[in-house]
């Protein structure tokens, strides 16, 4: 009928002819397309006209030969311009497999989804630690359901306790453990910057001695690119956890158990991201809010996220060297916040700016206009494996550490929110807010509750 170039003036002769089509349905692979007319063009068009846009599903992914093929509507990841992720599958199996694995955070997005993907690979038992009641019992559901034949426990805990953390991992004594517990909403935490100082900083700390003291082979801490060069709380409080854990990997002395820090940036349909807000938004009418139009973000998604964790924590290099580096997952090209928006637009059937407007509302305490995802005083390396690059940062004496460490569980514990901002800033003095007026008044509120 013609090249995809057309498709408006083919549309439009069908619908003379009084047969105007439905649906467009893809039936090609991305690159394919991509070869002609972008994926993006091709939601375009089908929003202009009016048209729902859906693709076969990947014979891959079919549970057998004889499954029925049921069209899917095209979605937001479809739309980033990724390669597949390469795994080296031998050596993440021979990780799990028969272990005893557990993971910290389990409720949450990464955790419930490192869950489901580490029990694929058949561990002899999972344990899922969670601090939320509700979090954990969903969890543990739906993987019970799912694998019957794997002993999974669930542990109700919040990683701020040193005494319960030590005591559970203590009891269950795992091989790996994955510390995906973490405040990452930037404003909550820009607001309450004691809470996020507790749970991640100090909690990371926690979970760390308790792996050490347990003898576990390797522990993963799950971390994010807002630690570097930080601009707001969050982001200061992922990088005394980095630090944390990198003065322990590098400890001559600390020699049966791995520290091991996974970087990434945004993962789609994350709770609290902004793409289930701007689909919330778009279902009511409109309008989708963005802070500013350039803002930009590194994008994954959730699965692919984890699977790179995985990689990374399989990935066990040996020299004293290598040690003490934070693994960054390759996140591709950053997108822009505003394109986001207009591409889930074009995806409910709707037009941007027409059907559904995008209103700017300015940027919110401790958000930056770009990501990075290594700091200029960290040296990039290869690892070897698929996706993954390493970064060597400057190194911190443990015993440095973990005095800055004591000190500051004595004023977090003081509730004085003015003594543990100045060590924040002091600990990581890349720390740059542009908040100081937000700090002053959280200080304030806090001396008069």
Excluded at 118 to 147: H, M, N, V
Excluded at 224 to 244: F, L, S
Excluded at 383 to 402: E, M
Aim: hydrophobic share 45%; charged share 25%.
């Amino acid at each position: 009928m013609g090249p995809l170039e057309r498709l408006p003036q083919i549309l439009s002769r069908f619908e003379a002819r009084g047969r105007r089509p439905e649906a467009i349905i893809l039936t090609r692979s991305r690159d394919d397309y991509e070869r002609h007319a972008s994926i993006e063009a091709l939601v375009e068009i089908a929003a202009t006209q009016k048209l729902e846009i859906l693709r076969l599903p990947n014979l891959l992914d079919m549970q057998s030969i004889d499954a029925e093929i049921e069209l899917r509507p095209i979605k937001l990841e479809d739309l980033l311009q990724r390669d597949p992720v390469r795994l080296d599958v031998p050596k993440i199996q021979s990780m799990i497999q028969g272990k005893t694995i557990m993971i910290t955070g389990a409720g949450g997005s990464i955790g419930s989804e490192l869950a489901r993907q580490i029990a694929d690979l058949k561990p002899g038992s999972l344990i899922l630690l969670d601090a939320s009641e509700f979090a954990l019992y969903t969890i543990k559901s739906e993987l019970s359901q799912r694998w019957q034949n794997i002993d999974i426990q669930a542990a109700l805990c919040n990683v701020r306790e040193k005494e319960a953390v030590r005591t559970i991992v203590e009891r269950f004594k795992p091989d790996v453990l994955f510390h995906a517990a973490a405040l990452k909403h930037v404003p909550m935490v820009e607001a309450q910057p004691l809470e996020g100082i507790f749970t991640n900083a100090i909690g990371t700390r926690n979970v760390a001695d308790a792996a050490l003291s347990a003898n576990v082979s390797r522990m993963i801490m799950v971390s994010t690119d807002k630690a570097v060069n930080p601009a707001n709380v969050m982001g200061a409080t992922k990088r005394m956890a980095e630090m944390y854990c990198q003065a322990l990997d590098l400890d001559p002395e600390v020699i049966g158990t791995r520290f091991i820090t996974v970087r990434f940036g945004n993962v789609l349909g994350s709770a609290g991201s902004v793409v289930p807000l701007f689909e919330q938004q778009i279902k009511a009418g409109g309008p989708v809010t963005v802070t500013h139009a350039d803002m930009e973000r590194f994008f994954m998604t959730i699965p692919e996220a984890c699977l790179l964790v995985l990689q990374a924590a399989a990935y066990t290099p040996a020299p004293q060297h290598e040690r003490g580096r934070i693994f960054v997952l390759d996140m591709g090209s950053p997108v822009k916040i505003v394109d986001l928006a207009r591409n889930l637009i074009r995806l409910s059937g709707r037009r941007p700016g027409k059907d559904i407007q995008i209103i700017y509302t300015g940027l919110r305490p401790g958000e930056k206009l770009y990501e990075e995802l290594f700091d200029s005083k960290e040296t990039l390396s290869e690892t070897g494996a698929p996706g993954i690059l390493a970064a060597s940062s400057r190194s911190i004496k443990r015993a440095v550490i973990v005095r800055i460490f004591d000190e500051m569980q004595c004023v977090v514990s003081a509730r004085d929110l003015q003594g543990a901002v100045k060590l924040l800033k002091s600990t990581v003095p890349e720390f740059t807010p542009g908040i100081e007026d937000h700090l002053l008044m959280s200080i304030k509120r806090s001396a008069e509750s």
